[in-house]
């Protein structure tokens, strides 16, 4: 299989209805390099039946497998492709069918000119059960990046998934803090 993108996803589909956070955060810390699955991500995450999974439970689990959440609302598409093309995943939240409720999924590659991009996204929760991504228009994109919230819309939720204790131990923030100082 071709690469497209500096971020290597592994789209997977979740397994209920109430674990896109957990799938999501699962297929974004694969392709940092973290083993997991999604039964193991979802016991550290904790999303219900009935409730799914909040940022703030996003942010603690990434946090307890070695890895730092970046959080920006409202995010644009620029600052969502400078991540990507630096080879970091981004979970975002958006509502693709319209539903009462918002939907996790995983953007890993955003590619073009600002105002004819195609964003890139592996979504464990797709309609047609033999797809696991799915590409569209900027603009399309920009319409269903919202999630619905005590009666108003959060606009643009991205968060960038990045290594913070590397794979041979070290504290990445605080080795580059040190550099600086060297």
């Known amino acids: 299989m071709r690469r497209i993108s500096k971020v290597d996803i592994q789209p997977l589909r979740q397994r ?20 997991c699955d999604e039964d193991s991500v979802n016991k550290i995450l904790g999303a219900h039946s009935g409730r799914g999974a909040s940022w703030e439970q996003a942010l603690a689990c990434i946090q ?9 609302t409202p995010s644009t598409l620029a600052q969502v492709k400078s991540w990507t093309d630096a080879g970091k995943p981004v979970l975002i939240g958006w509502n693709p069918y319209g539903r009462e409720w918002a939907h996790a999924s995983v953007v890993y590659h955003v590619e073009g000119e600002e105002g004819n991009q195609t964003v890139h996204i592996a979504d464990p929760n797709l309609p047609n059960p033999n797809k696991t991504t799915v ?48």
């Open 16 to 35: 209920s209805q109430f674990t896109c956070v957990s799938a999501s955060t699962c297929m974004a810390l694969n392709a940092l390099g973290v083993v």
């Open 64 to 72: 307890y497998f070695g890895c730092r959440g970046t959080l920006v």
């Open 135 to 182: 590409a569209m228009s900027e603009d399309d994109f920009y319409e269903r990046w919202m999630e619905p919230y005590n009666g108003y819309l959060i606009r643009r939720p991205a968060m960038m998934v990045d290594r913070e204790i590397t794979p041979q131990g070290r504290q990445v923030m605080a080795s580059r803090i040190a550099s600086q100082f060297i």
